[in-house]
């Protein structure tokens, strides 16, 4: 996961309109790096998209609900 989608772009259009402070070099640096890696694929946020995960985030979000209103919560993180 990249930390910040807008690093994705070609080098010289970044550069062009400038970060203006909001990007860390480092992590510009390391995100164009990465990008030309051969085993390297970048997807967008939305990657997850798929009708398999939406099916199991809404069945996991429904199970969450029903087990907190029995009083049994179900996926506690803990410390």
Known sequence: M??????VGD??????EGTEGQHDLRALVASQVLLRFPNVLV???????T???????IDTTI??????AAGQPGNVVLD
């Open 2 to 7: 990249l930390p910040d989608e807008t690093l």
């Open 11 to 16: 080098e010289a259009r970044l550069f062009a």
């Open 43 to 49: 997807t967008p946020h939305n990657a997850y998209n």
């Open 51 to 57: 009708n398999e995960a939406v099916r199991r985030i």
């Open 63 to 68: 199970s969450d609900i029903e087990s907190s």
